[in-house]
């Protein structure tokens, strides 16, 4: 630890705590702001909560500069109580290890303390949210300059609907003596509990503007983002513990005003879990106020104020549904295949305001982006998904981290057998009436499901798949868009899949979003093809399709394959998978559509394949024999522009004997 300044009544020790889980991606900068800090007396305190990842060689890497203790991993409110009993600091400053700090944040808010002010007191300061190095706009602390007593805050942000991020306060050791110790048997909302018992035992609050805390933009690792009924029981039970603390100090109207919005916030965010809304209505009948909640979901709250949370939650569930049905409502069934089972689906469908998506994440050896992976799936706007991870024998750290998502994810663990086994299990283990697929090292935007499925939805077919722009990236470098404008108006699978042969493009599986009825009639992922797996797939699905849509305003995130990715490959067995997949999808297709538009399309993509598979003889004298089938002259404008115009003149044999040539 390094040296400090001994504690004086104008140079007080601050007491920095900093709890670590699974953070090597943010630790280091977070330590580094409280270090940075221009006020001169502090100690730091990082409690590594049992990481399983690289985090706690980060910490040790700090020396003599820092306090630190490793455990068993017990979660971040048993990790700040660890430090709390490590600290002899009169102020404490918590700080998230993924968190950071603007250099004189301590500094200005401890000038604004006085001899007579110091007793009970907390301080707080703007912040932001921040990613990477993007910061976004400060929260305005002007409602708050005049306020006196904690729960004078804690009543205008319940309110208002605000809050404050927990590094943005400063609080005296009386206080954190007083309330006792962070509750260890929470999973969400620990830190509004914990400050809501702060603001209800603090005399004083001092704002000071001017320094910042920065607030990482929360992931769904982040609990804030949890919405199982673990989390959702925690945030009833923190609402609960500090309404309790903030009536005692307070029982007026417009406390009790706070506390009602509050609750009815609290029951929205729960409602899908009637239990818990039961206890909501009979907590809202014990205030026995009535009053609209002024932040937040403002329909929802004034509709709450004359009717109640539980009525109100039932008439949004019906106005949903009746959307549904309206939406539904007028649609002609008639002439479909399978009719039986297409009605009972669709009767399904319109039942629910929005059916199931099960999203399939294989996994082998990626610990460095599958937690990027599932947060992007935990993210999605879409309401109902589940999350299905198949660890396909990593030998990394994969499956630690996959397995640190608690039971926000269904995940499993099987010996190595590839990715398309992986899947297939996946599909196995789903129940979702649409399907998404999403590769470990890749990401899709939060809006895509939501705005595919508004889409499948309105056109009312089973045999339907949605598609998205897309592009790659490689860290936060984004390269262009991928546009789908000329997909718009595609009609059929048969019809996108031969644009997309003639055209020389492609879209990565997670593009996708895809009915189950499709996946059902299709069969498995091929397990023997080690590569251009996902062509042969999606190539079987589209050709399944009766309806293909696109959406433009979301996006598939695809990482640029590096060296060991299957698609860079270049070894016979390969090779000889990339001719088994064009084979088996120009059959697919053949028997969809034998139009001279398809067939230009399968010659088109043959010679691509050719051309990949150039090394191997055997195989190019099978692509000139199915060339001299087709018959078919025809010239790719664009991908490999030389070579395509010789193989529409001499064929794909003899054009690669000029290139050779040439070559040579």
């Excluded at 499993?412 to 129940?431: H, P, T």
Aim: charged share 25%.
């Amino acid at each position: 630890m390094s040296l400090k300044l001994k504690t004086t009544v104008d140079t007080p020790l601050v007491s920095i705590i900093i709890p670590c889980y699974n953070a090597d991606h943010y630790v280091a900068e977070a330590i580094q702001s409280a270090l940075d800090q221009t006020y001169g007396n502090c100690e730091i305190i990082v409690i590594d909560d049992g990481s399983t990842d690289s985090s706690l060689e980060i910490i040790k890497g700090f020396g003599n500069r820092i306090r630190w203790e490793t455990g068993p991993n017990r979660g971040g409110c048993a990790a700040r109580n660890r430090g709390l009993a490590l600290a002899s600091g009169d102020w404490i400053q918590f700080l998230d290890a993924d968190d950071k700090l603007s250099e004189c944040k301590i500094e200005s808010q401890l000038d604004q303390v006085g001899p007579s002010t110091a007793t009970r007191t907390v301080l707080v300061c703007p912040w932001c949210h921040f990613t990477g190095n993007k910061e976004e706009q400060l929260f305005d602390l002007k409602p708050y300059m005049t306020s006196v007593t904690g729960a004078d805050v804690l009543v205008k942000m319940w309110s208002r609907g605000d809050m404050f991020a927990p590094h943005s306060w400063l609080t005296s050791r009386s206080i954190v003596g007083l309330i006792g110790p962070w509750d260890e048997t929470l999973v969400a909302d620990q830190d509004g509990e914990y400050f809501g018992r702060v603001l209800c035992a603090a005399k004083n609050v001092i704002c000071v503007q001017g320094v910042k805390a920065l607030y990482r933009k929360p992931g769904p690792e982040n609990v804030s983002s949890s919405v199982s009924k673990k989390s959702m029981l925690s945030r009833f039970k923190a609402w609960q513990s500090v309404k309790q603390k903030l009536l005692e100090q307070r029982n007026d109207r417009r406390a009790k005003r706070a506390v009602l919005g509050r609750l009815r916030s609290v029951a929205y965010r729960c409602r899908r879990f009637p239990d818990i809304i039961e206890q909501a209505h009979h907590e809202e009948k014990k205030v026995g106020f009535q009053g609209a909640h002024l932040g937040g979901h403002t329909v929802y709250s004034l509709l709450s104020s004359f009717i109640g949370l539980k009525a109100t939650l039932r008439v949004r569930s019906l106005i949903k549904v009746c959307q549904k049905h309206t939406e539904c409502a007028g649609v002609d069934l008639k002439g479909k295949n399978d009719q039986d089972h297409n009605d009972i689906y669709m009767a399904g469908m319109c039942d629910s305001s929005c059916p199931l998506v099960s999203i399939i994440i294989p996994c082998y050896n990626c610990e460095e982006y599958v937690r990027e992976a599932i947060e992007s799936a935990l993210l999605q706007t879409y309401e109902n998904c589940e999350v299905i991870v198949i660890d396909d024998g990593s030998t990394d750290n994969s499956l630690g981290i996959i397995r640190s998502f608690g039971d926000r994810i269904q995940w499993k663990s099987v010996d190595n057998k590839g990715g398309c086994a992986a899947r297939n299990y996946g599909i196995q283990l789903s129940r979702g009436q649409w399907i998404q697929f999403l590769d470990a090292d890749d990401k899709i935007s939060l809006g895509k499901i939501e705005k595919q499925m508004k889409l499948l939805l309105s056109i009312q077919s089973l045999n339907a798949i949605a598609g998205c722009p897309w592009r790659y990236f490689e860290g936060n470098e984004y390269d262009p868009l991928n546009n789908v404008g000329s997909y718009i108006h595609s009609k059929d699978g048969a019809s996108v899949l031969s644009d997309m042969w003639l055209k020389g493009e492609m879209f990565p599986l997670h593009s996708w979003l895809t009915s189950r009825q499709l996946v059902e009639m299709v069969g498995s992922w091929d397990e023997s093809l080690v590569s251009d797996q996902d062509g042969d797939y999606f190539g079987r699905i589209l050709c399944a399709a009766d309806h293909v849509v696109f959406i433009e305003e979301e996006e598939a995130l695809y990482r640029r394959p590096g060296p060991g990715n299957v698609s860079s490959l270049a070894s016979e067995q390969s090779m000889w998978s990339r001719y088994r997949v064009w084979e088996s999808v120009k059959g697919h297709l053949l028997k969809r559509s034998d139009s001279r538009h398809a067939r230009k399309a399968i010659v088109v993509r043959l010679r691509v394949t050719a051309y990949r598979c150039r090394n191997y003889p055997e195989i190019i004298d099978l692509a000139r024999s199915a060339e001299k089938e087709f018959g078919v002259r025809c010239y790719l404008d664009g991908l490999r522009s030389r070579y395509m115009l010789l193989c529409s003149l001499v064929g794909i044999k003899a054009a690669l004997r000029v290139r050779s040539v040439f070559k040579d």
